[in-house]
């Protein structure tokens, strides 16, 4: 079993729906957190409930599809805290149209900050870990990473990217004991998914934040080279 307590994690998207879940599972586990996102009020706010449960945290406002200001912000949360054992890749939009009804703009925009904006993350992130020889990267993509469906091209292939990528590096940095997780959930009752009307978000019927959470930290805490196999939501090392 991982010993999870006095880690430090990097939650990108941690102000809220399932990032900010994520964290405050994470500081209930005794791990220091830092968040990213670009609503500065709701990070404040998420900040406050971390700390509230007894662990370090610290958040970055920026924009995850400038490298420059996601390396700059690592570089400030490191000097802050030290290095990252955990990186969570959850920042992402959801927005749906025919390829012919959405505008260029925007479906560059999906790409640009779903799968962008994991692999500019990850390569700020990736070189302490490896130092470290040690690390976790949880990529999250979703079942539209798995299937498309009329329209979902940008999300989708930016999803499947995601899927793609994850399994790259998984196969890059086994060496240095990093393990790297790919999690393909379908629908959370989350703002972006009541949004979007992909569902109402009744706990009766639809998986919530905080099972998202759990999982993810039942993950961490497997020995290092296992596997779990749940349904289509996890792929991870073999
Ligand atoms: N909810 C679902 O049903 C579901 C299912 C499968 C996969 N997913 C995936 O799970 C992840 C989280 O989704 P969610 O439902 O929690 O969505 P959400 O409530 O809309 O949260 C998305 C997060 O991403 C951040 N973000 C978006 N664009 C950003 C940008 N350009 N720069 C920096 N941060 C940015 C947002 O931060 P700010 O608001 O502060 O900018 C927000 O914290 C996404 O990758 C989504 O695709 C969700």
Redesign the pocket.
Known sequence: MENLKGKFALI??????????TALAFAKEGINVA??????A??QETVKEIEALGVKAAYK?????NFNEVSKAVEELNKEFGSFDILV??????VFASVMDMDVDTWT?II???LL?TYFVTKAVLPQLIAKNEGDIIN??????LNGAATTSA?SA??FG?IGFSDSLMREVRKHNIRVCT???????????V??K??DGNPEK??Q?ED?AELIVANLKLPRRAMLKSASLWSTNP
């Open positions: 990108t998207g941690g102000g809220r729906g399932l990032g900010k879940a968040i990213t996102g670009r609503n500065q709701s990070l406002a920026f924009d995850i599809k890749n959850n920042a992402g939009i959801g925009d640009n900050t779903n904006g999250v993509s979703s079942t539209a990473g999300y930016s999803k995601v999690l393909m959930p379908s629908t959370i009752a989350t703002d972006m998914s949004e979007l992909l569902t639809v998986l934040p998202f």
